[in-house]
């Protein structure tokens, strides 16, 4: 009997098709990193560069994945620009939440972030000299800012809000943000045409979608989590102070806390936009700056409601910019006149339904 394989012919070994042991490694900790089916990208990529079973080669490279959205590059200090030398004009309001750094400890891999686990391997002597080469490169734009390479920057620490005045909070902002998601998810399309007629007709598509249980729904919810006391002036104070540190970015790198309160005061403003009382305000305000002469019998109405629902809100002449109060005094005439014809169609047929009705009454007399 001849020995030895055909040509062809494997005999032993790992058959076909079959995963070797990185392999199986791999799938077992993508399966155990995906257990959660509501775990976000960000979140998934973590789980899998804090599992300690995993190659480091593979870690640093989910790492380096999730490097980018939980980091964030310092920026070049650029010198501050007066016009005439003059001093920068506004008055800083300061930070409208408290915030506190988070010490991530890099033995604790359940909180140990992407930029903190690469700095370990760069700076761990038993890691390979061409990862520690290849992890270094990857993280020396989060650490130390271009033409500078004498400045000896520290990585930018992790800061967290841990005092809000009206009860936002991590698990609140996440929960309300998909809510927010799937309610725009049902709202029509937005019109991109300055036209009367295709606002007419979104505003009634909006309206139809509006009255749906599904809306009705979601609408309930966020009411329901969405904080009572945060009202239509503390989101003004929001975004004066949203303002002041997009002045400030503008002269200087802002802090790692002040970047924090930006993100946070951010998504408070953008949830809170979807609230009933965020659109009454803004419907309110927007009543106020188009002329009196303009507005339509049931706008003034309307205006008045609106008015006495919130009687302490002021109106905010900065929320709408001159060309969009413009645009729509612009095509309030076309709206008028076709109001004042539609109108007169509508007297008209009335009045000759009226002149060729049949004179029932005498007939019936004559009976």
Not at 70 to 79: C, Q, V
Not at 99 to 120: E, Y
Not at 245 to 259: F, G, I, M, N, Y
Not at 284 to 301: H, N
């Amino acid at each position: 009997m001849p020995r030895g394989s055909k040509p062809g012919e494997r005999r032993g070994g790992r058959q076909r098709g079959t995963p070797n042991k990185s392999t199986v490694l791999k799938n077992a900790a993508i399966a155990a990193a995906a257990s959660d089916p509501n775990l976000s990208p960000l979140d998934f990529l973590l789980n899998l560069m804090r599992q300690r079973d995993l190659p480091v080669e593979y870690r640093v490279s989910v790492a380096h994945q999730a490097l980018p959205f939980a980091h964030a590059k310092p920026k070049a200090l650029r010198p501050p620009k007066h016009a005439n030398g003059d001093s920068q004009t506004g008055v800083n309001g300061g930070p409208r939440v408290k915030i506190v750094r988070v010490k991530s400890d890099p033995a604790d891999l359940d909180s140990i972030t992407p930029l903190d686990f690469l700095l370990g391997v760069m700076r761990d002597a038993k890691s390979p000299a061409g990862l520690r080469l290849r992890v270094a490169r990857m993280v020396a734009p989060y650490i130390h800012t271009k033409g500078e390479p004498r400045r000896q920057d520290e990585a930018r620490p992790e800061m967290m809000v841990v005092d809000d005045p009206y009860g936002f909070n991590p698990e609140m902002l996440e929960s309300l943000h998909r809510d927010v998601e799937r309610l725009r998810a049902l709202k029509p399309p937005q019109v991109e045409s300055f036209s009367p007629e295709k606002y007419a007709e979104y505003d009634a598509a909006l309206e139809k979608v509006k009255q749906t249980p599904a809306y009705l729904e979601l609408e309930k919810s966020i009411a329901d989590k969405f904080p009572s006391n945060y009202n239509e002036l503390d989101s003004r104070q929001d975004r004066a102070r949203l303002r002041e540190l997009e002045v400030e970015s503008k002269t200087r790198p802002l802090t790692p806390a002040e970047e924090t309160e930006q993100k946070h005061l951010q998504a408070r403003r953008a949830l809170y936009a979807q609230t009933r009382q965020a659109a009454d305000c803004s419907r309110m305000d927007f009543l106020k700056a188009v002329r009196a002469d303009l507005l339509f019998p049931e706008e003034k109405e309307e205006l008045e409601r609106l008015e006495a629902r919130y009687p302490g809100v002021p109106c905010d002449p900065t929320r709408f910019e001159p060309w969009q109060i413009l645009s729509f005094e612009a095509f309030r005439p076309i709206q008028l006149l076709r109001r004042v014809r539609e109108q007169a169609q509508k007297e008209r047929r009335e009045e000759e339904r009226r002149r060729f009705r049949p004179p029932t009454a005498g007939l019936d007399a004559a009976d």
